[in-house]
């Protein structure tokens, strides 16, 4: 299937989660007022030497940041056992993203296994090119079925690279049925595989695909610091990749594109061993008692989560009644994410964030209300 964006500019909800503004102003409350449950932020961070850290800001402020990231390639180098010229910092995941299409040649074609963060195909189309899409379906829980995935690879010719979400966002799950396969197809097609791993830090390490194909220069992983270490404002990220790539791309990053604070806030945070421990023990719990909340609903249909959000859907389909839901909760101060601007998905699928205990359970109860109120 090729992809196209007409389901973006059709629907009535954020293309994006986190939109709190637009949204607040759209159901006439205040902005202080709104739980956020549509972008995944972990509500531990930011980490608590992140205030110590801001106190630094007026030094930094007066001066140019690093235009080679020595210091946090360092400790990204440290923290993730990477070399450090596999490391390319950006500003946030998203400015890698659109420097991806400089990886592959003008004529090649992509693949995106959906559904998945929607920037990745928009950054292909700014440059013409081809974007196929390979949809994943809930029967399956959206593992990869190799033989259909292979059958299609097969028939694009000019194939560039494939792109996938490890875990995947919005559905919140692992490849752990084909990703090797994938990976292994790839290289002896000598083809890119891009791979999402931006939600990977609320996993413990060893589930990377870094730990099966290190220093593979087929392989381009994306990462964030953003969702694990609350810092959204901040805008950090990197890629690892190879050398090579990793030269290609630096010919069209822009030179300071990530600002001297990020950079000294993300070196410090990479380190805090605690945080880590503490987020990861926090998920444990809350996922459980969410997914316990949720699964005694019978309208509704949960699917399996590795990382900070869950992805559930409705089993009746009507758009009426996705979007009386999503209404109902955010006149009571509750913003969920919608899904139907996902490719594969329809608005039926909603993604919720976890939150703290007390968050949690006023979301649990405005749901309980709203289907109280639609089935007297």
Same mark, same amino acid.
């Given at each position: %299937?090729?992809?196209?964006?007409? /389901?973006?500019?059709?629907?009535? +909800?954020?293309?994006?989660?986190?939109?709190?503004?637009? %949204?607040?102003?759209?159901?006439?409350?205040?902005?202080?007022? #709104?739980?956020?449950?549509?972008?995944?932020?972990?509500?531990?961070?930011?980490?608590?030497?992140? @205030?110590?850290?801001?106190?630094?800001?007026? !030094?930094?402020?007066?001066?140019?940041?690093?235009?080679?990231?020595?210091?946090?390639?360092?400790?990204?180098?440290?923290?993730?056992?990477?070399?450090?010229?596999?490391?390319?910092?950006?500003?946030?995941?998203?400015?890698?993203?659109?420097?991806?299409?400089?990886?592959? @040649?003008?004529?090649?074609?992509?693949?995106?296994?959906?559904?998945?963060?929607?920037?990745?195909?928009?950054?292909? =189309?700014?440059?013409?090119?081809?974007? /196929?899409?390979?949809?994943? *379906? &809930?029967?399956?829980?959206?593992? #990869?079925?190799?033989?259909?995935?292979?059958?299609?690879?097969?028939?694009?010719?000019?194939?560039?690279?494939?792109?996938?979400?490890?875990?995947? @966002?919005?559905?919140?799950?692992?490849?752990?049925?084909? $990703?090797?396969?994938?990976?292994? +197809?790839?290289? =002896? !097609?000598?083809?890119?595989?891009?791979?999402?791993?931006?939600?990977?830090?609320?996993?413990?390490?060893?589930?990377?695909?870094?730990?099966?194909?290190?220093?593979?220069? /087929?392989?381009?992983?994306?990462?964030?610091?953003?969702?694990?270490?609350? $810092?959204?404002?901040?805008? #950090?990220?990197?890629?690892? $990749? *190879?050398?090579?790539?990793?030269?290609?791309?630096?010919? /069209?990053?822009?030179?300071? @594109?990530?600002?001297?604070?990020?950079?000294?806030?993300? =070196?410090?945070?990479?380190?805090?061993?605690?945080?880590?421990?503490?987020?990861?023990?926090?998920?444990?719990?809350?996922?459980?008692? %969410?997914?316990?909340?949720?699964?005694?609903? &019978?309208?509704?249909?949960?699917?399996?989560?590795?990382?900070?959000?869950?992805?559930?859907?409705?089993?009746?389909?009507?758009?009426?009644?996705?979007?009386?839901?999503?209404?109902?909760?955010?006149?009571?101060?509750?913003?969920?994410?919608?899904?139907?601007?996902?490719?594969?998905?329809?608005?039926?699928?909603?993604?919720? *964030?976890? !939150?703290?205990?007390?968050?949690?359970?006023?979301?649990?109860?405005?749901?309980?209300?709203?289907?109280?109120?639609?089935?007297?």
């Amino acid at each position: %299937m090729i992809k196209n964006d007409q /389901h973006l500019t059709n629907s009535p +909800y954020p293309e994006h989660g986190g939109n709190a503004q637009a %949204m607040a102003k759209k159901a006439g409350i205040d902005l202080e007022s #709104i739980l956020g449950f549509s972008a995944s932020i972990n509500p531990l961070g930011p980490p608590p030497c992140v @205030s110590q850290l801001l106190m630094e800001t007026p !030094r930094l402020l007066n001066e140019y940041p690093d235009p080679d990231h020595t210091n946090i390639k360092k400790l990204i180098a440290s923290s993730e056992n990477v070399p450090e010229n596999w490391i390319s910092v950006t500003n946030g995941s998203t400015e890698l993203i659109y420097l991806l299409p400089f990886l592959v @040649s003008p004529e090649h074609e992509i693949l995106v296994v959906d559904p998945l963060f929607s920037e990745y195909e928009k950054s292909f =189309s700014r440059f013409n090119i081809k974007v /196929h899409s390979h949809t994943l *379906s &809930s029967e399956h829980g959206f593992q #990869i079925q190799i033989p259909e995935l292979f059958q299609q690879l097969e028939s694009i010719d000019n194939l560039g690279a494939v792109i996938i979400g490890h875990p995947n @966002s919005p559905t919140g799950n692992l490849q752990t049925h084909g $990703l090797k396969d994938l990976a292994e +197809y790839c290289v =002896s !097609r000598e083809v890119s595989l891009f791979i999402d791993e931006t939600f990977i830090d609320f996993l413990l390490p060893n589930t990377s695909i870094w730990n099966a194909y290190q220093e593979n220069p /087929h392989i381009v992983i994306i990462r964030s610091l953003t969702k694990f270490y609350s $810092l959204p404002g901040l805008r #950090i990220g990197y890629g690892i $990749l *190879s050398p090579e790539k990793l030269e290609t791309i630096s010919l /069209h990053q822009n030179t300071w @594109s990530v600002n001297a604070l990020a950079q000294f806030v993300g =070196s410090e945070v990479l380190m805090d061993k605690d945080f880590k421990d503490q987020t990861r023990a926090w998920l444990d719990t809350e996922k459980k008692f %969410m997914l316990e909340e949720l699964n005694q609903f &019978s309208e509704v249909k949960t699917f399996p989560s590795e990382t900070n959000f869950i992805l559930f859907k409705l089993h009746n389909s009507n758009p009426d009644l996705a979007y009386k839901l999503f209404n109902h909760l955010l006149l009571g101060g509750i913003l969920i994410r919608n899904c139907g601007t996902f490719t594969g998905l329809d608005e039926s699928y909603f993604r919720v *964030s976890i !939150r703290n205990r007390k968050d949690n359970q006023k979301f649990i109860h405005s749901f309980k209300d709203f289907f109280n109120k639609t089935n007297p």
